[in-house]
């Protein structure tokens, strides 16, 4: 047995016994990059996904709505830093990972690529969005490197409050008037089909899945977390009186899960690509603000230069 097979072996007991890994701990190179590509898609993703909702900040009807706006959208942006620190662990800086995402190199999540057409998208996205993220991120508490497991548990929490005021803003709109229930059902309409993408490609189409849950990082596949989604939001959307724009749901009483109809993947590696309504406006954004935010990074720098001159003088 050469040295590496024994440490990788060593490895892979210290996963199947639930124990955590630790940015010192020895790991094979494939999990360090595995990792680092899933978190900093992930902190991307928190920070673009601010974008389409921060449009709709000084629009919200009410001073109550503005303020919860306003808190849900600073949680993204926490989220993400939490997120790039944990990166950071691996090895990685986050001067690269930020330039990867700014130049297009780096991959985020597709569901930010749509526009938020009305106030019913902001609830459609809490609702939909932050749904089928939290249903894909519980899971990643329990993931076994131990500084992406810690920074999820507070995530998951903040989430929660997403989806619920999501829910609750389509809830108010689906029991008023007929223009606004029908704003609702527009919005879910729009956002159904793309927040099924959001849990990436099929199982049997997915490169990294089966060593993502060799080594625990992923507990639960693309597929089994899209239908637990399912199987909860065609029923909630229910009890708020909207209807799922798939004419093949049907509840299956031998599988106790819903039959639903195809996604379009076709639009879905369309949007991975670029190619989707916002990629380009969500890029141009984000450029901006990173070069509208350069004094503040050399004020940072310049201040934490001084510090340590005084500390060595
Ligand atoms: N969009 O083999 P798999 C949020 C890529 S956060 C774009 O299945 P994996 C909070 C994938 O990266 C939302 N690309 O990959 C919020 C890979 O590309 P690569 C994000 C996608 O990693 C709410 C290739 O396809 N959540 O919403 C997508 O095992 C509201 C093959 O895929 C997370 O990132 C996609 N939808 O599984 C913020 C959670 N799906 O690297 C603001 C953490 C797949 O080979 C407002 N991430 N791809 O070039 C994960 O759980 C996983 O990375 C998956 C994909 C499940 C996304």
């Known amino acids: ?66 303020a919860i706006l306003l808190a849900k959208v600073q949680d993204e942006a926490g989220h993400g830093l939490y997120l790039y620190s944990a990166a950071e662990t691996l090895g990685t800086s986050r001067e690269q990972t930020i330039d990867d995402l700014l130049s297009g190199k780096a991959k985020y999540s597709s569901i930010f690529n749509y526009p938020t057409l009305t106030w ?27 500084p992406y497991a810690r920074a999820m548990v507070r995530i998951c929490k903040e989430e929660s409050f ?54 625990k990082i992923k507990r639960q596949s693309n597929d089994e977390l899209r239908q637990i989604f399912i199987d909860r939001t065609v029923q909630q959307a229910e009890v708020i009186g909207l209807s799922v724009p798939d004419p093949a749901l049907k509840w299956n009483e031998a599988t106790q899960h819903y039959d639903w109809g195809t996604i379009d ?7 991975v690509a670029g190619n989707g309504p916002c990629n380009k406006e969500r890029m141009v954004a984000r450029n901006k603000a990173h070069d509208e935010g ?4 050399e004020a940072a720098l310049a201040y ?10």
Not at 121 to 137: E, F, H, R
Not at 265 to 271: G, L, P, T
């Open 162 to 215: 997403h989806q619920r005021q999501g829910y609750e803003i389509m809830a108010v709109l689906a029991n008023g008037t007929p223009e606004q229930k029908e704003m609702a059902q527009d919005a879910l309409n729009r956002w159904w089909w793309p927040s099924l993408m959001m849990f990436g490609p099929t199982d049997a189409n997915s490169p990294h899945s089966a060593e993502s849950m060799k080594w």
């Open 120 to 146: 019913a998208d902001i609830g459609a996205v809490g609702w939909l969005v932050d749904g089928a993220a939290i249903m894909n991120q519980v899971m990643l508490c329990r993931t076994s490197y131990g």
């Open 265 to 271: 993947w076709s639009e879905f590696n369309n949007v």
């Open 304 to 313: 934490a230069a001084k510090k340590l001159k005084r500390k060595a003088a």
């Open 294 to 297: 350069a004094w503040v990074r």
């Open 1 to 66: 047995m050469t040295d590496l097979t024994i440490l990788e072996e060593r490895f892979q007991a210290k996963i199947d016994a639930e124990l955590k890994i630790e940015p010192k701990d020895w790991m094979p190179e494939k999990y360090r990059k595995n990792l680092i590509r899933q978190i900093s898609q992930h902190a991307h993703s928190e920070v673009v996904g601010m974008l389409p909702e921060g449009n709709w900040i000084t629009r919200a009807p009410s001073l109550r709505r503005k």
